[in-house]
């Protein structure tokens, strides 16, 4: 006598073992913190001291290891709700203690102090971001 399984059985035991192997790959996202950049220069600053600037301050991801991640770039948007705000960066932090390593680190105060003088308008915001 043949053993037989029925359909529904079947069908149960496949969409359980279905179910069972997307929980075991599906990633947790952790928390990590991004800490928002965004400023436009005078206008009398020159396109040559923008762009040391601007070098200055990506250059901070190589001296700073609290940066898990840095991007960001000249504004593009066509909407016109910039209100001046020319560039615009993000930076990435696991927590909390990244950021507060990254804020008081000599190397942000350098540049800081170097390119504060170019602009015209600076903001900052920080949020709760995922990875």
């Given at each position: 006598?043949?053993?037989?399984i029925?359909?529904?059985?079947?069908?149960?035991?496949?969409?359980?073992?279905?179910?069972?192997?997307?929980?075991?790959?599906?990633?947790?996202?952790?928390?990590?913190?991004?800490?928002?950049?965004?400023?436009?220069?005078?206008?009398?600053?020159?396109?040559?001291r923008?762009?040391?600037?601007?070098?200055?301050?990506?250059?901070?991801?190589?001296?700073?290891?609290?940066?898990?991640?840095?991007?960001?770039?000249?504004?593009?948007?066509?909407?016109?709700?910039?209100?001046?705000?020319?560039?615009?960066?993000?930076?990435?932090?696991?927590?909390?203690?990244?950021?507060?390593?990254?804020?008081p680190h000599?190397?942000?105060?350098?540049?800081?102090k170097?390119?504060k003088?170019?602009?015209?308008?600076?903001?900052v915001v920080d949020?709760?971001?995922?990875?």
């Amino acid at each position: 006598m043949k053993n037989k399984i029925s359909t529904p059985l079947v069908l149960f035991m496949l969409v359980f073992t279905g179910i069972s192997i997307s929980f075991t790959t599906i990633k947790k996202k952790k928390p990590v913190l991004r800490h928002v950049v965004s400023f436009q220069f005078k206008e009398e600053i020159t396109l040559e001291r923008r762009a040391q600037a601007v070098k200055d301050f990506l250059d901070l991801k190589n001296r700073i290891p609290a940066i898990k991640k840095f991007e960001g770039g000249e504004n593009i948007s066509v909407e016109g709700y910039d209100k001046g705000f020319t560039h615009c960066y993000v930076l990435t932090f696991a927590n909390e203690e990244g950021r507060s390593i990254y804020l008081p680190h000599p190397a942000h105060i350098e540049v800081a102090k170097k390119n504060k003088p170019l602009m015209k308008d600076l903001f900052v915001v920080d949020y709760w971001g995922e990875e």
